[in-house]
């Protein structure tokens, strides 16, 4: 079956735009994953979905971050005003049940801030 | 709180040798996972191995085995008969259990397989 889904793969955006990324999650997967790698470095995380529950926001940077996942399947980072420290690589994962233990992750969008 | 350390940025070595990775993590989680994961050039992160820290016995998939040491927080990643293929960024990584689920990984140790 498909994986996870990112898109769009890349973005730039000039300084102080809105962006949205987006994740299709493999199809019935309950958790997912929002998480942040900057050039050099191993991924961060940001927040945490399980269904449409919001249930983990306490890796987002700051207030300009925001994520959605209103019928528990799509998911919407968004980056509002974006600031040049935002440039990095946005990886999604979802994994099946509520406490599964393997993530499954989507290719990332790569987002450069100009 | 969860941290990961990888100390080593990049290795190589010839094809078909052995080669071991390292990792050192500290946690206040009394039940926890460990896991390898790896992250090809332009490819999309997969996992390689995975521990449960409950468990005393090592994991091992194919040619790919781990050497935990519990005590010493220590949670290394041996491959067996490398392969080209095996070029890639490898992240050490844990979580919690039971509602702590979000990783915490290290800064990840690019290996290079020459052949």
């Known amino acids: 079956g498909a994986g996870v889904s990112q898109s769009p793969r890349y973005k730039v955006a000039k300084r102080g735009q809105d962006v949205a990324l987006r994740c299709d999650p493999i199809?019935?997967?309950?958790?997912l994953f929002w998480y942040q790698q900057a050039l050099g470095q191993g991924p961060e995380f940001l927040t945490y979905f399980q269904n449409e529950a919001q249930l983990d926001k306490s890796g987002l940077p700051s207030d300009r971050f925001f994520a959605e996942r209103p019928e528990g399947s799509v998911s919407t980072l968004k980056i509002q005003r974006t600031q040049q420290e935002d440039s990095a690589v946005y990886l999604c994962?979802?994994?099946?049940?509520?406490?599964?233990?393997?993530?499954?992750f989507g290719p990332g969008t790569r987002l450069t801030v100009t | 709180a969860q941290t990961v350390t990888q100390s080593q940025p990049e290795m190589s070595v010839q094809e078909a040798e052995t080669v071991t990775l390292s990792c050192t993590y500290d946690?206040?989680?009394?039940?926890?996972?460990l896991f390898w994961y790896k992250q090809p050039p332009s490819r999309q992160m997969i996992l390689v191995i995975r521990?449960?820290?409950?468990?005393?016995q090592n994991a091992t998939e194919n040619r790919f085995s781990v050497n935990f040491q519990k005590a010493a927080k220590s949670f290394s990643l041996k491959i067996s008969d490398s392969q080209l293929g095996d070029t890639a960024m490898y992240f050490c990584?844990?979580?919690?259990?039971?509602?702590?689920?979000?990783?915490?990984f290290g800064t990840g140790t690019r290996l290079t397989i020459i052949p």
């Open positions: 946690t206040s989680e009394s039940n926890y996972y």
């Open positions: 990584a844990s979580h919690g259990m039971f509602g702590n689920e979000k990783l915490t």
């Open positions: 521990q449960e820290a409950y468990k005393q």
């Open positions: 199809s019935g997967h309950v958790s």
């Open positions: 994962a979802s994994t099946p049940g509520a406490h599964s233990y393997e993530q499954y």
